[in-house]
């Protein structure tokens, strides 16, 4: 009878072990490594995205809001370049607690000091020594320009951009609106043009 040792078909040597394992270390640091470059790259474009999405946001409900807008004998459509106030109908909760709609004013203001851009809402009619809802819907905002497009009422007449806007129970044609904000790397500005739906 031989003496001898009987390896097995289907072991592996110690060297065959410690190589398959190294390449799998080599292999999981790769991906590691590119894993964490695109987190650090997605965590960088959150940085930089976040207030362009959130100022998208902010600009779109001020375009619903002002194509919304309607004609109302008491309160009139004013604008300059930092503020615009309209008649708009609101939605506000009775002593019941039941919503109602109700007319009202909303206004859209930039706060140069906090850097805000800042919506009020005024039921109407006003009581004495109620409060004006307001709230800072954007902040590190840089910038705000409205502008007012003024409709040629004659065929003499252009088509004319305005800095305000005050025209008694008339409302614009549209309302042009720059928004420079602060993000991330510096600054991003915004446009958006708002028509209204129906001429008033």
């Not at 005050?166 to 790397?185: K, N, W």
Request: hydrophobic share 45%; glycine share 8%.
């Amino acid at each position: 009878m031989k003496r001898g040792r009987h390896v097995g078909k289907g072991a592996f040597s110690l060297i065959e072990v410690l190589v398959v394992t190294g390449v799998l270390g080599a292999v999981g640091l790769v991906i590691g490594s590119a894993l964490a470059a695109g987190i650090r790259v997605w965590e960088r474009a959150k940085v930089v995205n976040g207030p362009r999405e959130e100022a998208d946001l902010v600009v779109t409900r001020f375009a619903r809001e002002l194509m919304n807008a309607c004609p109302f004998y008491a309160l009139e459509f004013e604008g300059v370049p930092e503020r615009v106030a309209f008649p708009a109908i609101l939605a506000r909760q009775d002593e019941e607690g039941a919503e109602r709609e109700t007319f009202g004013e909303v206004v859209y203001s930039y706060n140069r000091a906090k850097k805000a851009l800042i919506r009020t809402v005024a039921a109407y009619p006003r009581e004495p020594g109620a409060k004006q809802a307001s709230e800072t819907v954007l902040a590190d905002v840089v910038a705000l320009q409205l502008r007012y497009l003024k409709r040629a009422r004659t065929a003499g007449e252009k088509w004319e951009w305005l800095d305000s806007w005050s025209e008694q129970s008339r409302f614009p044609h549209g309302v042009r609106l720059a928004l420079t904000i602060a993000d991330g790397t510096g600054t991003t500005r915004l446009l958006r043009t708002i028509r209204f739906r129906a001429e008033f």
